[in-house]
């Protein structure tokens, strides 16, 4: 099964990580070089800058690259994967892609083999 790859590793985009996780669904999620999550306690991208953290029992690790991501990847422990240049995600191949950071990004999802671009969404 192809990953969701979830932009942001912030309180909002945690509790979304959290579900799709106990759903049963690889999640990858992507994060800057620093994060800036106020609510830290309650966001994985604290793992950015730990190593690991744990959130309602869930623990999120850092990973370098995105083939140790999609061996590590799987239900219900999500990697966090820092500096996320793009190709990351033509590595990774993901299914859908689910934007819950700050910044703009380019979004579209897989298609047949074919990466569809959505256009540039702002959060």
Do not use: K
């Not at 959130?55 to 999120?60: A, L, R, S, T, Y």
């Not at 500096?83 to 689910?98: E, M």
Request: aromatic share 12%; proline share 7%.
């Amino acid at each position: 099964m192809r990953p969701i790859v979830v932009r942001g590793g912030g309180d909002l985009a945690t509790g979304t990580i959290h579900r799709l996780s106990r759903s049963g669904y690889p999640v990858v999620i992507l994060e800057t070089d620093r994060p800036s999550a106020i609510r830290r306690l309650v966001a994985f991208s604290q793992a950015v800058y730990d190593g690991e953290t744990e959130v309602e029992g869930m623990v999120c690790r850092r990973v370098e690259s995105a083939e140790a991501a999609l061996a590590f990847g799987g239900p219900p422990a999500p990697p966090i994967i820092r500096l996320w240049p793009l190709s990351f995600w033509w590595t990774l191949r993901a299914a859908l892609l689910i934007h819950c950071g700050r910044r703009f990004l380019w979004t579209g999802f897989w298609q047949n083999g074919i990466w569809v671009p959505q256009g540039i969404w702002q959060n």
